[in-house]
Structure formats: structure tokens, C-alpha cells
């Protein structure tokens, strides 16, 4: 590999305001820059936007930045795949058609210099919330997002809207490590290496950067969020680490 390759997640534009909003988004795009000239692919690992939803001809205003600098990235080569997250599940093939992202639903298992990489935005995954599996079944359904399509966006997105400034993300709750027989989503590594081996298991969600040594050569790395860490996963052919950006980096 003569280039990185790049993991980030969890950058809910859009919450808690549009003033604070902006201001993120204008850091990731300095991050984007600052990453571009030794970048070969970037993973964009979900909740990205706090919402998200595809009309036939509409999509929310506003992100134009980080679009623009996204195509631009993608016009240079850089291949590009954007995760579903549970903030933003409905996105289709917009961003397909107008930047060449690849979007991804669920998991993605790679392998780049004989490393294995198994991806996802981490929602839905290891043992309970019930609720959040039933509800995401249901959201993901063919049906709810025609019903969604039925309402006019202004109205449509303004629910959504109203509904996202609940979640944890615009209610700036502070997560803590429970300890790794507690995290969740490093129980759901440890079943798949039951079955098959990971180098590296990368997850976004939880809103809080980790780096947990599994065994036998397996890591569980969650690559944080942007709403405080400003945290993101640089993998550079021989390690996979976690760094952090500031508006001086």
C-alpha cells in the first residue's frame, strides 16, 4: 500500500442546530483535506447526517460542503463507501449517482495487505435492545420508507427532525466504557471469531473511541464520533490506529 485508508463515523450533521452543525461540518471537511493527498479509500461508517431521507426529488437541504468536497475526493480517484446508520438508514442512491459512493447496508468484510476487516456502523448488533432491533426492522422495510415518501417533505422532514432532537447524539450525553464484558459490541466480535478470524473488527455508534485487544491477533476498534472526539481509524498497510483531529492539526 503506498496510501491510507481512512474510517470514520458519526458525524450527525444537523444536530443540535444549524449554527453548531456548520462549524462540524467545516472541521470535516479540513479533515478531508488534511487526509486527500495519502488516501486510496475512505469508509464513512454511518450517521452521518442526524437525518436522512430520499425523496423521488427531494433531499434535505444544506451539507453542501462536505458533498462538494466528498465528489471532489471521488473525481480524484479515492473510492468512497458510505454506511447506513441509524440515523440516516434511508439514504438510496443519490449520493451514487452524483458523487460514485458505494453505499453499504450492513456489514463489509474486506481484507487489504492480507489484513481481514469486518465494518459496520455497529446498530442493531450483540445482546439486547429489542426494541431498537424491532423498530430498525421495521424502519429498514420497503414499506415504511413508501409511507415516509407519502408526506411532503417540508412536513416529513420536519418530524424527523423534531424526533432526532431527542437522541443521544443532540443531547450531547457523555458515553462510558463499561468494561469489556459489558460492551456490547466487542461480545458480538468475540461470537464471530467463534466462526471465523478478524484482524480488525470497526464499528462507529457508540460514541466512544476503543481499542480492545480480543486475542489471537483480533482488535475491536470503534472509531468514535464528532460531536467531541473528533476521532477517526487511519489503517496504513501494517496497523490500524486511532487519531484524532483539531481545528490545528
Same mark, same amino acid.
Not at 74 to 81: F, P, S, V
Not at 205 to 211: A, F, M
Given at each position: 500500500?503506498?496510501k491510507n485508508i481512512y474510517f470514520a463515523s458519526d458525524f450527525h450533521l444537523g444536530t443540535p442546530n444549524y449554527a453548531e452543525?456548520?462549524?462540524?461540518?467545516?472541521?470535516?471537511?479540513?479533515?478531508?483535506?488534511?487526509?486527500?493527498?495519502?488516501?486510496?479509500?475512505?469508509?464513512?461508517?454511518?450517521?452521518?447526517?442526524?437525518?436522512?431521507?430520499?425523496?423521488?426529488?427531494?433531499?434535505?437541504?444544506?451539507?453542501?460542503?462536505?458533498?462538494?468536497?466528498?465528489?471532489?475526493?471521488a473525481d480524484a480517484g479515492i473510492k468512497i463507501y458510505f454506511f447506513k446508520g441509524n440515523h440516516d438508514m434511508w439514504v438510496?442512491?443519490?449520493?451514487?449517482?452524483?458523487?460514485?459512493?458505494?453505499?453499504?447496508?450492513?456489514? @463489509?468484510?474486506?481484507?487489504?495487505? &492480507?489484513?481481514?476487516? $469486518?465494518?459496520?456502523? !455497529?446498530?442493531? +448488533?450483540?445482546?439486547?435492545?429489542?426494541?431498537?432491533?424491532?423498530?430498525?426492522?421495521?424502519?429498514?422495510?420497503?414499506?415504511?420508507?413508501?409511507?415516509?415518501?407519502?408526506?411532503?417533505?417540508?412536513?416529513?422532514?420536519?418530524?424527523?427532525?423534531?424526533?432526532?432532537?431527542?437522541?443521544?447524539?443532540?443531547?450531547?450525553?457523555?458515553?462510558?466504557?463499561?468494561?469489556?464484558?459489558?460492551?456490547?459490541?466487542?461480545?458480538?466480535?468475540?461470537?464471530?471469531?467463534?466462526?471465523?478470524?478478524?484482524?480488525?473488527?470497526?464499528?462507529?455508534?457508540?460514541?466512544?473511541? @476503543?481499542?480492545?485487544?480480543?486475542? &489471537?491477533?483480533?482488535? $475491536?476498534?470503534?472509531? !468514535?464520533?464528532? +460531536?467531541?472526539?473528533?476521532?477517526?481509524?487511519?489503517?496504513?498497510?501494517?496497523?490500524?490506529?486511532?487519531?484524532?483531529?483539531?481545528?490545528?492539526?
Amino acid at each position: 500500500m503506498d496510501k491510507n485508508i481512512y474510517f470514520a463515523s458519526d458525524f450527525h450533521l444537523g444536530t443540535p442546530n444549524y449554527a453548531e452543525s456548520r462549524k462540524r461540518e467545516e472541521l470535516i471537511v479540513r479533515w478531508l483535506e488534511f487526509i486527500a493527498p495519502n488516501c486510496s479509500e475512505l469508509f464513512l461508517m454511518g450517521d452521518i447526517f442526524d437525518f436522512w431521507f430520499e425523496y423521488a426529488k427531494v433531499i434535505p437541504k444544506g451539507f453542501i460542503r462536505l458533498q462538494g468536497k466528498l465528489a471532489a475526493m471521488a473525481d480524484a480517484g479515492i473510492k468512497i463507501y458510505f454506511f447506513k446508520g441509524n440515523h440516516d438508514m434511508w439514504v438510496r442512491d443519490y449520493f451514487t449517482r452524483e458523487i460514485g459512493m458505494q453505499i453499504v447496508s450492513d456489514e @463489509l468484510i474486506i481484507k487489504r495487505n &492480507n489484513k481481514k476487516f $469486518y465494518l459496520h456502523h !455497529g446498530d442493531g +448488533l450483540g445482546p439486547g435492545d429489542a426494541k431498537y432491533k424491532f423498530l430498525r426492522k421495521i424502519f429498514r422495510s420497503k414499506l415504511c420508507q413508501w409511507l415516509f415518501a407519502r408526506l411532503h417533505p417540508n412536513f416529513g422532514i420536519g418530524i424527523a427532525s423534531g424526533w432526532s432532537k431527542g437522541s443521544r447524539a443532540a443531547q450531547k450525553e457523555k458515553e462510558v466504557f463499561l468494561g469489556e464484558d459489558q460492551e456490547w459490541l466487542a461480545i458480538y466480535a468475540k461470537e464471530q471469531l467463534q466462526k471465523e478470524h478478524f484482524d480488525y473488527f470497526i464499528f462507529g455508534h457508540r460514541h466512544l473511541p @476503543l481499542d480492545l485487544d480480543l486475542g &489471537n491477533g483480533s482488535r $475491536y476498534v470503534n472509531i !468514535g464520533e464528532w +460531536l467531541e472526539s473528533c476521532s477517526y481509524g487511519v489503517f496504513d498497510g501494517v496497523d490500524l490506529k486511532l487519531k484524532y483531529f483539531t481545528s490545528t492539526s
